[in-house]
């Protein structure tokens, strides 16, 4: 990999990738002979760069990431639009989306620009909810889903606001699904509130049987044990709840990420919501890795139920690392520079990747953070530089070994809170970790966590939330955490969440701090 890398160490490969910087007419050398320049060719529009850079200052531009800009992807988003469409018609057959592909491939962020990104969204009423699996957590039955349902019931209670018709009729249609017209209809909202307590903040939030559903659930809240709910029964509440904000006029989109983790009671439950031929408007996407049948069987097995006893499609869509060709795009947008100046660097960093978009972004941060990318503010161009590049390719490059060096060169304060977040999950509420994080400052020490792209915001649809850009991250975040001090980590969390614990149990983390005192 190093050698793929590297390959300025003979005259005629150096001259490929750029012309030296220094003129033969100048007596005395501006660079060492072994830092090149990709090109002597400055950057037309540099001002206008809106991320790292600014009145004009080269650097390495990340806009595309949150512009969602996709290379390479056409055709799979073509896909996705005509599965979409297809459950929106008449009679339509049931239908599994499944986007599978290598960790880092960019399946989340594909289906986040289909069915969220307004330039792309097949359906501009449509509306995305997303779920993770997370396999560093003690599963928890419907975990995910519930997770999808606090995603809903957030953007609609943010919308709400002003109390338009339009939301307040979702709401009154959302509580007339779940609730019916039963002589249990308090004790479905109690068990719905108790997986997902912003449901009952929203009822309450906009008088829907305010007075009724916070006194019973005062009162049975403790009674009332998902322990001993019936399986079945959990799963109609699911199935009412989704069908209730589904429609064809303004159909929900389901995003589970990372289904190869899903736990035996998610999958039965995402069975029974798949084949469902009463809602329509519902689409469910799922992204998965390639190796579905050695690591998890009985996901497996429910695909083939599905399609052998449900008559339910499940389309499976492969998403391929990036072509060479897409590679040297994206390097051109992040380097500032045209195409074909990116195109030897492209092939050096496309042998060691093979195109895998992840992979790339965490490389090329990691070239720039040691200096073997190097921004030259005079010239407007970018130069390799051998030497720094000597010292870099002595560590590992494959993805983990990079997400892992990164960390490492943070300052120590900074890798607690990073750990700190991954014993959390993968989504992590700012205020529950300053709470944990009783010594330190949490924006200040995040800041250079941000930066490095290890962690990153979404103020529009996780408001006060950190997040973790990639299952890979979280995962090598945590694995640097000594196995001896893991459960005195997780311990210690779970003791300083409950320290600040309403008396009666009932905050909303009430799940989280089990789960680390467990």
């Excluded at 829907?208 to 009332?224: K, M, P, R």
């Excluded at 890979?472 to 779970?494: M, N």
Aim: glycine share 4%; hydrophobic share 40%.
């Amino acid at each position: 990999e190093a050698a793929s890398l590297s390959r300025t160490s003979t005259a005629s490969e150096a001259a490929s990738l750029s012309r030296t910087s220094t003129a033969s007419n100048r007596s005395k050398p501006r660079y060492k002979s072994n830092r090149v320049s990709l090109e002597d060719m400055r950057v037309k529009g540099a001002a206008t760069v809106q991320s790292d850079t600014s009145n004009g200052y080269l650097d390495m531009d990340w806009s595309f990431l949150k512009q969602g800009i996709l290379y390479d992807r056409e055709t799979d988003i073509q896909l996705l639009q005509s599965a979409f469409q297809r459950r929106l018609l008449p009679n339509a057959r049931p239908e599994l989306i499944v986007l599978t592909g290598g960790p880092g491939a960019g399946k989340s962020t594909l289906a986040k620009k289909v069915f969220y990104h307004p330039s792309s969204s097949p359906k501009s009423n449509s509306h995305l909810i997303m779920g993770k699996f997370d396999p560093l957590q003690r599963p928890e039955p419907y975990a995910a889903f519930a997770e999808a349902m606090t995603d809903y019931i957030d953007s609609i209670s943010k919308s709400s606001k002003n109390s338009s018709d339009s939301d307040l009729r979702v709401l009154s249609d959302l509580k007339r699904a779940i609730v019916g017209s039963g002589t249990h209809a308090l004790d479905d909202l109690s068990t719905l509130s108790r997986m997902v307590p912003a449901l009952k903040n929203l009822l309450q939030k906009h008088h829907i049987n305010q007075d009724n559903v916070s006194v019973h659930t005062a009162s049975t809240i403790d009674s009332v044990s998902l322990q001993e709910a019936s399986q079945d029964y959990l799963k109609i509440l699911f199935r009412r709840f989704f069908r209730g904000i589904s429609s064809v006029e303004r159909p929900i989109v389901l995003l589970l990420d990372d289904l190869q983790w899903a736990d035996p009671s998610s999958l039965e439950l995402l069975e029974l919501l798949v084949s469902d031929t009463n809602n329509a408007g519902f689409v469910i996407v799922a992204t998965c890795r390639p190796d579905i049948k050695t690591s998890n069987p009985a996901l497996s097995a429910m695909m083939e139920r599905l399609e052998q006893e449900k008559d339910t499609m499940v389309n499976m869509i492969t998403v391929y690392n990036l072509s060479g060709e897409a590679t040297n795009r994206l390097l051109s947008d992040v380097l500032q520079q045209p195409a074909h100046v990116c195109q030897a660097l492209g092939e050096m960093i496309y042998e060691p990747t093979n195109g895998n978009p992840f992979h790339i972004i965490r490389l090329l941060r990691e070239l720039r953070k040691n200096r073997v990318l190097v921004p030259d503010q005079e010239s407007n161009s970018w130069f390799w530089d051998a030497d720094s590049y000597e010292d870099f390719r002595s560590t590992a490059v494959d993805t983990v070994g990079l997400i892992q060096r990164a960390i490492r060169d943070l300052p120590d304060k900074c890798q607690l809170l990073l750990q700190t977040c991954a014993c959390m999950g993968t989504e992590i509420d700012a205020v529950l970790l300053a709470e944990v994080m009783t010594d330190t400052f949490v924006p200040d020490t995040a800041f250079p966590i941000l930066r490095a792209g290890l962690l990153y915001q979404d103020p529009h649809r996780r408001p006060g939330k950190y997040l973790f850009p990639h299952t890979l991250v979280h995962q090598a975040a945590y694995s640097l955490i000594p196995e001896s001090q893991k459960s005195l980590f997780h311990l210690r969390i779970g003791k300083q969440l409950a320290l600040n614990m309403s008396p009666d149990g009932s905050d909303d983390h009430i799940f989280l701090v089990v789960n680390q005192m467990n």
